[in-house]
């Protein structure tokens, strides 16, 4: 699926699979308190800090904060992956890399 060519049935679809899936993914994550609500999933660690993983209807992409810093996810043509156009980031090895940092340990998503 591209950005420009999926409908927004499609979109909400994909991007509510992908967060409840990332929900399942992290919720049993020692040091992470992980809340899915109305298609934006937080992520709280034990210090206080919050990182935000979003369905953002009108631009038809996942959005994420963290680390000060912001990436906007497209869905990747033929393949249910999420993907940042401008660095060529994707979703999922992004969480597990800002997590690993945030935990100081090595975190896979599996």
């Known amino acids: 699926m591209q950005n420009e060519v999926i409908s927004e049935q499609d979109f909400e679809r994909e991007a509510d699979r992908t967060l409840h899936a990332l ?8 040091g992470l308190e992980v809340d899915l609500e109305s298609g934006i999933l937080t992520l709280e660690f034990s210090d206080g800090v919050k990182y935000i993983v979003n369905s953002h209807r009108a631009a ?50 599996g």
């Not at 992409?61 to 401008?86: C, N």
Request: overall charge positive.
């Open 60 to 109: 038809r992409q996942i959005w994420m904060a963290a680390e000060r810093s912001a990436w906007h996810f497209d869905p990747a043509a033929g393949a249910a992956r999420w993907v940042a156009k401008k660095t060529g980031d994707d979703l999922h090895a992004t969480i597990e890399a800002v997590v690993s940092r945030k935990l100081g340990r090595p975190f896979s998503l």
């Open 23 to 30: 929900e399942r993914a992290l919720s049993d994550v020692d």
